[in-house]
């Protein structure tokens, strides 16, 4: 007689055996002679199956693979590189298998399972003052090469001094700055306002405080004139020469700026001596109107006028009784240099 068993689905034959548990044959189908009334069974195991695991570029395998039992249920786990991330488990035909990781996998066969990765993208942050544009922020590919670039000058008065972390460390004073990203990353450009030395001089007569060294841009400058006895101020001189006439006041002030004069005399007369601009009996005035400085009784003077800041906006001689002058409203400082002496005054331009 010759019987047959047919194995479950995971699972493999084994032999058969009597009905006292006393094994008979491994043989499936397997053949035998009857003699009398007989039991026999057939015994099956669970299949053993390989679960090969890989892993693609820029990660490991943590855990998992091996020989398993059909059925089982096998943890496998894998492991990005830094600036990875697990993406999926894919099969030996490139299908996705899970995108978990670990990933719980039911063992039904011999099995082979890759793990793939891939780069973090990461942010970069530019932070800057003082309207100081700002190019290559956005966001990176780990390993990626950033190129961060600022204006070298900001706001006027400051200028480009190096880059920072959050924590304030120095990153690097070179601009335009390149890095290689290693993950999300804030960076501050820094600026510094320039400084200037003021220096202030006097002739005899007296003395001038005001200088120093190192003020900041945009800061208020104070400069006072004081006489001997015997002695009174005149008035203050700029330029490189020291020899344009700027203002009769004491105290002065003015704000630092890029176009601000830095060099300043003070000028004093003794007492009972002075100067005139004009021959006694003759009036001399200067008054803005229509576009234009009208002059009075000035004609052959040299006539410079300022800014407030001390800007230089025209300077002349004077030949005519009108000068086009289209300036804009504001507070102008009128220095007359002719006949006998010096001028200084103020007039005002309106709208």
């Known amino acids: 007689m010759e019987i047959e068993a047919v194995a479950h689905t995971g699972y493999h034959f084994l032999r058969w055996t009597d009905a006292a548990g006393d094994r008979l044959s ?34 490991t395998i943590k855990s998992g693979g091996g020989i398993h039992p059909y059925n089982t249920v096998e943890k496998i786990e894998a492991a990005a590189h830094t600036g990875y991330h697990f993406v999926e488990w894919t099969d030996a035909s490139g299908s996705t298998v899970s995108t978990d990781n670990p990933c719980r996998l039911v063992v039904k066969g011999d099995t082979a399972v890759q793990a793939h990765f891939a780069a973090n993208s990461y942010q970069v942050e530019l932070i800057v003052e003082h309207n100081g544009v700002t190019s290559g922020g956005g966001e990176y590919v780990y390993g990626t090469a950033a190129t961060l670039k600022a204006n070298f000058i900001a706001d006027k008065g400051y200028y480009f001094v190096k880059w920072t972390n959050a924590r304030g460390d120095s990153l690097s004073t070179a601009n335009p700055y390149t890095f290689v990203v290693k993950g999300d990353t804030a960076v501050y450009a820094q600026y510094a306002s320039y400084k200037y030395v003021v220096n202030v001089t006097a002739t005899a007569g007296g003395h001038a405080t005001g200088s120093r060294q190192l003020y900041d841009h945009g800061e208020q400058v104070t400069l006072t004139a004081v006489a001997d006895k015997g002695y009174h101020f005149t008035e203050w001189t700029v330029g490189d020469s020291l020899d344009i006439p700027f203002s009769t006041e004491s105290p002065f002030s003015f704000i630092l700026s890029d176009t601000a004069f830095v060099d300043y005399k003070a000028h004093f007369e003794a007492d009972g001596t002075g100067n005139e601009v004009l021959p006694a009996g003759e009036e001399a005035r200067a008054y803005h109107a229509d576009g234009a400085l009208h002059l009075v009784n000035l004609e052959g003077s040299l006539i410079s006028v300022h800014a407030i800041d001390g800007r230089l906006l025209l300077q002349f ?20 240099a002719g006949g006998k002496g010096k001028q200084v005054t103020k007039f005002v331009v309106r709208k």
């Open 317 to 336: 001689k004077a030949n005519d009784t009108e000068y086009p002058a289209p300036l804009p409203a504001g507070v102008y400082i009128l220095n007359v």
């Open 26 to 59: 491994g043989d499936n189908p397997y053949r035998f002679t009857v003699k009398s009334d007989t039991a026999m069974q057939a015994l099956f195991a669970l299949n053993d199956y390989l679960v090969s695991l890989s892993a693609a570029e820029n990660g």
